[in-house]
């Protein structure tokens, strides 16, 4: 039984989408993945969507190391007015850019390092830029802290920048030491602390390592320190965490790359890209479609989960057209249909049809819905049930099975209007005009009693 008393603010559950960013100096060289500092270093590796990274680097970059791609960072079009509009206009209600990733390249004014965004490559604070133009806009901000994995990211390899000692305060080399050094845990508590204290962020999100046991002293003092500070700055605060890092109840279960089979009890968290082979910018990735990305977004928020997307901005500070259209996309649905997403509470079922999402961590694909996949979620109100249906129906009519006995005074497509309906022995039929529908789309069936 833990003995840490927190509860997940109300903010989150009602926020339902959030824009993931991340942009760092492996978006110089843009090719594989955002680990490209560490596969660079070790011959005869693939990353994780399959490239050769360290082959594409010697063809391409021989002699260089990681940290000659900083002059290159140029990020010269970073404009955070027009991300964030872009942000609002996808329809995202918090965001959280990457403060400082595996490679420990600050993207703000860090007092703990040289190796900082503010000092070499953009010279620009770009977190703080961000933050101040969500606050503009009402917008939760967060910041994402992976100087964790630092510890054994980059390799080290004799004759290669990697092992001189003048840059070890970027490579942090952990010399094939399996245990954590407590210098790089003070440092990677020193990291959270401060990006704490700088940016009263909403959301702290973590990555994998900090889950090993290493870190369990480290993380439990870092979890007190930032909800003691919630109670100062009278708001509520969110830490997400992976693979078991901390105990049922007391922060935010975050499942990367996939979702969960059935309704949580507690809010929860997926993360993922828009791109399928990075989290970065990279030239030859895959771009997830924006209906597979509203599918995901509605059946997480019908388990009682947020979706965190990912967008990946180039090394000159633009975001790439394909991914632009794609949130653009997205908010012209949530447009129409957000009623049904924001501000709602799981059913008593998530939902019904042949069709279920995989279960876990990284087992994300493409989910073929069909016309009878149904999810639902319930106002917060309780009074209107939301039936979401994931594609498009060639019939006049549907019917929804897992429908209460409530009193229910009408139906209504919304974007649209009222719907004829009854009730039949199996289910509840309405009639629809499908005419006016292309792509998933929410039914509202409100009642004078509550269906939860």
């Excluded at 000659?68 to 990020?75: N, Q, V, Y």
């Amino acid at each position: 039984m833990s003995s840490i008393n927190y509860e997940i603010p109300e903010w989150f559950s009602n926020a339902k989408f959030g824009i993931f960013i991340h942009w760092g100096i492996y978006s110089v060289p843009a090719f594989g993945d955002e680990w490209y500092g560490h596969w660079m270093y070790i011959p005869n590796s693939k990353c994780w969507a399959g490239d050769d990274i360290y082959t594409y680097h010697q063809q391409h970059h021989k002699g260089k190391g990681y940290k000659d791609f900083i002059k290159d960072f140029t990020g010269e079009k970073f404009d955070a007015k027009e991300w964030m509009d872009l942000f609002v206009e996808a329809g995202a209600k918090y965001v959280v850019p990457v403060a400082i990733h595996h490679d420990s390249f600050a993207m703000y004014d860090s007092r703990l390092t040289r190796w900082k965004a503010t000092a070499m490559g953009p010279k620009v604070d770009y977190v703080r830029k961000l933050y101040e133009e969500a606050k503009k806009r009402g917008l939760k901000f967060g910041v994402s802290q992976h100087f964790a994995e630092n510890w054994w990211f980059f390799p080290h390899v004799e004759g290669l920048d990697t092992s001189e000692e003048e840059y070890f305060d970027l490579y942090n080399v952990g010399k094939g030491e399996e245990k954590t050094s407590q210098e790089h845990l003070d440092r990677w508590y020193g990291f959270s602390k401060e990006l704490i204290d700088m940016f009263e962020p909403d959301m702290l999100y973590y990555d994998f390592e900090i889950a090993k046991d290493d870190y369990k002293e480290k993380r439990y003092e870092i979890l007190k320190y930032y909800y003691e500070k919630q109670k100062q700055w009278n708001k509520g605060v969110v830490l997400s965490y992976k693979y078991g890092a901390f105990q049922e109840g007391e922060a935010l279960l975050d499942v990367e790359r996939g979702g969960l089979s059935e309704i949580r009890k507690l809010p929860w968290q997926t993360c993922t890209s828009i791109g399928d082979k990075s989290w970065g910018y990279v030239e030859n990735d895959r771009y997830k479609t924006p209906l597979s990305i509203i599918q995901t977004l509605i059946d997480t928020v019908s388990k009682n989960g947020c979706l965190l997307l990912n967008v990946s901005p180039k090394a000159d500070g633009t975001i790439p057209e394909g991914q632009v259209k794609i949130l653009k996309e997205i908010g012209s649905w949530l447009k129409v249909y957000g009623e049904s997403i924001y501000n709602t509470r799981p059913y008593k079922v998530y939902g019904e049809g042949e069709t279920k999402a995989k279960d876990g961590a990284l087992s994300e694909g493409n989910t073929a819905y069909t016309k009878n996949d149904i999810r639902f979620t319930v106002s917060q109100d309780k009074k209107s049930l939301y039936a979401i249906f994931m594609a498009p129906t060639d019939e006049d009519g549907v019917t929804i099975k897992n429908v209460s006995d409530n009193k229910i005074t009408s139906v209504s497509l919304l974007g649209y209007g009222g719907l004829s309906f009854e009730r039949a022995d199996d289910g509840l039929l309405v009639k629809i005009p499908k005419d006016k529908i292309n792509g998933p789309y929410a039914l509202k069936i409100s009642s004078e009693d509550t269906w939860i």
